[in-house]
Structure formats: structure tokens, C-alpha cells
């Protein structure tokens, strides 16, 4: 089952309210200037950031699901004048490094002003790939490519 962040959000809030409200009332019904802690709730702190196209600790990929993302655009630099395309490769691997199973879903977004063809893709032999063409000259287009729980971006340059 899909679930998004804001219901995951929801379920941790409702499961952590509980123990936040525990550790801040000592019972005694008087003014408290110490502010509870993660660790005085109960809860686990959140592990620090990662590097982009790396899936969340939290959310271990399976075997065979997206793990990193590898990005190339060929042009890497081009006219942005609406007309030129650069096409931008996805290379989806899983945990072991081996490329994911074909069909696997991969999303292109471009960020700023621009097109990508197709903006939802699958792999084959773990590759994907799309057509972006930017529409505002001196801007460059940063497009990002999402496959599972990975997230990787790539920015394509105005000559």
C-alpha cells in the first residue's frame, strides 16, 4: 500500500503525541521552563541528511528496487531557445548496484522554465530517458528524476 508523506506524518504525530505530552508533564501542574527532548519522549532522532540520488535510511530499499540514480544530459549546454532538445538518461540501480528490473517507473520534472517528453517513463535494462528543451535563454533548466524513493537532479546549461 502507497502511503504519503503527509498521512506518514500524520500516523508518526498521532503515535508521538502521546509520549511528547508524557515526558513534558512531571504532575505537578506548575510552570516547566525544560523542554522536552526527542530522546526524553521516547523517540528516535532523525538520522542527518544524505547525499542526493541515495534513498532515506528509513526506507530500506528491497531488493531489485531503485537505490541510486544516475544522471547524464547530452548536450550538457545548449541554445535555450525553445527548439533545441537535450536528453537526459536515468540509470536506475538497486542496493547491489545492478540495474532495476524493466518497467520500473521513473518520473522527469523539470524545475524551471522548460518541457520534458515523456515526463513519466519506465526503464529497460535499467534506463530511462526524455527530451527536455528549455524556454528561457540564460536560466538553464534543472530537471529532477525520481524512481521509487530515490531523488536525483541534473542541471542543463544555456550557452
Do not use: W, Y
Not at 83 to 107: F, H, K, N
Not at 111 to 124: H, W
Amino acid at each position: 500500500m502507497k502511503r504519503t508523506s503527509k498521512t506518514l506524518l500524520t500516523i508518526v504525530a498521532a503515535i508521538a503525541a502521546p509520549a511528547l505530552f508524557a515526558a513534558c508533564d512531571d504532575g505537578d501542574d506548575t510552570a516547566s521552563t525544560s523542554t522536552p527532548t526527542a530522546a526524553s519522549a521516547g523517540l528516535t532522532p532523525l538520522p542527518p541528511t544524505l547525499p542526493p540520488g541515495t534513498a532515506s535510511p528509513s526506507v530500506t530499499p528491497a531488493d531489485g528496487a531503485p537505490a541510486t540514480i544516475e544522471l547524464t544530459a547530452e548536450p550538457q549546454a545548449l541554445v535555450c531557445d525553445g527548439v533545441q532538445p537535450s536528453r537526459v538518461s536515468a540509470r536506475v540501480l538497486d542496493v547491489d548496484g545492478l540495474p532495476v528490473a524493466d518497467g520500473t517507473e521513473v518520473r522527469f520534472s523539470v524545475v524551471t522554465l522548460g518541457t520534458a517528453d515523456p515526463i513519466d517513463s519506465t526503464t529497460v535494462d535499467g534506463l530511462a530517458a526524455t527530451s527536455v528543451v528549455a524556454l528561457g535563454s540564460g536560466v538553464g533548466v534543472v530537471v529532477n528524476v525520481t524512481a521509487g524513493t530515490v531523488e536525483q537532479g541534473i542541471r542543463i546549461d544555456c550557452q
